[in-house]
Nanobody, 115 residues
Framework: QVQLVESGGGLVQAGGSLRLSCAAS????????MGWYRQAPGKQRELVAT???????NYADSVKGRFTIARDNAKNTVYLQMNNLKPEDTAVYYC?????????WGQGTQVTVSS
């Protein structure tokens, strides 16, 4: 079982920055897959960025060049640095990790970008 605790969301003006964190705890040996997703009101949940143990990353086209995903394996923590935020980035952001072919979700953290 894995527990995920997210932090770092909030209200920011367009052009600003936020850094999200997601700390995993539980019976963890190694988390190969860690990622961030988001869900805006009335829309489906979508992938934002993923990072695999060893470093390969993947980003949604809408955030490339503005967001950076990183991980600290010693702390079982994944980060999402979000720069040059836009109103369309407003959503609830969810952390997702995979352990032994099971995906776990965080509770979500609200990010609101005002114009």
């Amino acid at each position: 079982q894995v527990q995920l605790v997210e932090s770092g969301g909030g209200l920011v003006q367009a052009g600003g920055s936020l850094r999200l964190s997601c700390a995993a705890s539980g019976s963890i040996f190694r988390l190969d897959y860690m990622g961030w997703y988001r869900q805006a009101p009335g829309k489906q949940r979508e992938l934002v960025a993923t990072i695999i143990s060893g470093g390969p990353t993947n980003y949604a086209d809408s955030v490339k060049g503005r967001f950076t995903i990183a991980r600290d394996n010693a702390k079982n923590t994944v980060y999402l640095q979000m720069n040059n935020l836009k109103p369309e980035d407003t959503a609830v952001y969810y952390c997702n990790v995979e352990l032994y072919n099971t995906h776990y979700w965080g509770q979500g953290t609200q990010v609101t970008v005002s114009s």
